[in-house]
């Protein structure tokens, strides 16, 4: 992957030079657009600087498209646990938003049963990042399809993860395909690169070319950054075991979690949430995996609502017996913490 983004460097540059329609595209662009689009069986790809930009574009472009010729005759209904960009793309949609409960698919058909917009959009990531648990997609497409409405699945924690060989859990929910599914995703975490895309019917991704401000007004992608992502879906195609090996050591970290008394949100992929409650709680957690060699991702609010600070531990496919070790001393410290503050016994 590293010797593919010098190759792209020294082939096509550091930077992209300028924004995709006017001298940013490059073969490296459109060669990691079809890959993309293969490996997740979408129909086709759009490229973006990053998966924060694909996920503001794709929300703000189709609520407009939608609502064509009307304005602001499109509804959002988004999860409370949505991530930042998608809070974001919500906002800036202008357009009626309605936050549902977290996986809540009841709460989101009333939403779309009792609007008056004519179109709607229903924003979910598959794979929470913050938790790591899945989102339930085939309910949440089937309740989106049946009021007419477009799906729009962030699979940021998903791509390379979840589903067989990685390629998402929208393809295992059967979804890949549909012309009424939007998929977002990064090429920061499991490709290792950086970037984002969205993989989408044709439809969709020509309308983000024509009309989506993130594409249009947005330097390209960089040319070593395309370079590397499109060598990680080489690897992940030619070694579909990666995502299982990684599933199933997100599962054993969780194991060793539950063991250590620890309340742990089940994993949809490479993620595993490990709920603290306090604030001060998450950060101490933290200290203490560190002071045993393991690095963790510390969620205190903004990033989660008040007394629901979390760590995030994240397996990947190539950790060890040693990496399982330190990961086991360092959760029982961690769960002997939490009960002597608690005053309850581990259970
Ligand atoms: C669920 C989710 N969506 C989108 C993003 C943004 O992607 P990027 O970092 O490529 O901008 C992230 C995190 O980085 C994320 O966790």
Request: hydrophobic share 50%.
């Amino acid at each position: 992957v590293v010797t593919a983004a010098q190759a792209g460097a020294r082939e096509w540059g550091a930077g992209a030079t300028g924004s995709r329609l006017v001298t940013g595209s490059t073969a490296l662009h459109a060669d990691l657009e079809r890959a993309l689009a293969a490996f997740t069986g979408a129909p086709s790809a759009l490229v973006f600087s990053s998966g924060y930009l694909a996920n503001l574009t794709a929300v703000t472009a189709l609520a407009a498209a939608l609502s064509y010729p009307a304005r602001g005759d499109t509804l959002v209904v988004s999860d409370a646990r949505n991530h930042a960009s998608l809070v974001d793309a919500c906002r800036l949609a202008r357009a009626r938003l309605v936050v549902t409960p977290h996986r809540d698919v009841g709460a989101v058909e009333r939403a779309l049963a009792g609007r008056p917009e004519r179109a709607a959009l229903v924003v979910t990531e598959s794979a929470f990042s913050v938790g790591g648990p899945l989102a339930p997609l085939r309910a949440l497409h089937r309740v989106t399809r049946d009021h007419g409405g477009v799906l729009v699945i962030d699979e940021a924690h998903a791509l390379g993860v979840a589903g067989p060989g990685g390629r998402g859990a929208a393809w295992e929910a059967g979804l890949a395909a549909e012309p009424d599914v939007v998929r977002t995703v990064t090429l920061s975490k499991a490709l290792g690169a950086q970037g984002g895309a969205v993989v989408a019917a044709d439809e969709v991704t020509g309308t983000l070319v024509d009309t989506g401000r993130g594409f249009i007004f947005d330097t390209a992608l960089a040319p070593p950054s395309a370079a590397a992502a499109l060598a990680s879906l080489a690897v992940l195609s030619a070694q579909p075991g990666l995502a299982e090996a990684a599933r199933a050591n997100a599962r054993r970290l969780a194991a060793i979690a539950t063991d250590a008394g620890l309340d742990v949100i089940e994993p949809g992929a490479a993620v595993v949430g490990v709920t603290l409650g306090g604030a001060a709680d998450a950060v101490n957690a933290r200290l203490r995996c560190a002071e045993h060699g393991v690095l963790v991702g510390c969620f205190r609010p903004p990033s989660v609502p008040d007394g629901q600070s979390c760590l995030r531990l994240t397996a990947r496919a190539t950790l060890t017996a040693e990496d399982f070790a330190a990961a086991t001393r360092a959760l029982s410290v961690v769960g002997a913490d939490i009960a002597s503050v608690s005053g309850v016994g581990r259970n």
